[in-house]
Antibody, heavy 121, light 106 residues
């Protein structure tokens, strides 16, 4: 059974960089059949896609966040990571990592439990 | 940028059929996915590529997509179906989510 687990600081200061890691177990992050993504959800609000990374190394980001986001993969650790720079209170949210299935229309079929990141001094 | 429109809330009587819509320009030409999210939990995929159910999702959940509207249908609604539901599509390599619909089972 595939499992994803987010990890990282729960509190980040304004203007600093938010860094999260997603550890994948029960499957290989190197499979060409899948992609890996980050999604966030501000308290009481809806889901917002942050970006995705593919087996080829290609990345795609939400245009509204593109200038501040970097997603990378570490295949040796079966992990992928998110960095969001210059954070403000508006970046406070539960951050989810997820797997996407490229052969079923690309839905996000497995999600981590999510981790709350608060931006505050 | 592409936008998806969902009703904020839908109510359904226990045992009846709920329909949640997702509107978008020519959405019928896209693959629509639906997620269920219960309070304090991560989203769960309930319908992919318009009308397909992942393993473990009850047959009561079905989907359709045509023209400018995709619809998630929940038959014989149960108390456990009460949740937020989100539609999602891909547009120009960008994932787009609808604003979400809160389903209340009366």
């Amino acid at each position: 059974q595939l499992q994803l687990q987010e990890s990282g600081p729960g509190l980040v200061k304004p203007s600093e960089t938010l860094s999260l890691t997603c550890t994948v177990s029960g499957g290989s992050i190197s499979s060409s059949s899948y992609y890996w993504g980050w999604i966030r959800q501000p308290p009481g609000k809806g889901l917002e896609w942050i970006g995705s990374i593919y087996y080829s190394g290609s990345t795609y980001y939400n245009p509204s966040l593109k200038s501040r986001v970097t997603i990378s993969v570490d295949t040796s650790k079966n992990q992928f990571s998110l960095k969001l720079s210059s954070v403000t209170a508006a970046d406070t949210a539960v951050y989810y990592c997820a797997r996407g299935d490229l052969y079923s229309g690309s839905p996000l079929d497995y999600w981590g439990q999510g981790t709350l990141v608060t931006v505050s001094s | 940028s592409y936008e998806l429109t969902q009703p904020l809330s839908v109510s359904v009587a226990l045992g009846q059929t709920a329909r949640i819509t997702c509107g978008g320009n020519n959405i019928g030409s896209k693959n629509v996915h639906w997620y269920q999210q219960k309070p304090g939990q991560a989203p769960v995929l309930v319908i992919y590529r318009d009308s397909n159910r992942p393993s473990g999702i009850p047959e009561r959940f079905s989907g359709s997509n045509s023209g400018n509207t995709a619809t998630l249908t929940i038959s014989r609604a149960q108390a456990g179906d009460e949740a937020d539901y989100y539609c999602q599509v891909w547009d120009s390599s960008t994932a787009v989510f609808g604003g979400g619909t809160k389903l209340t089972v009366l």
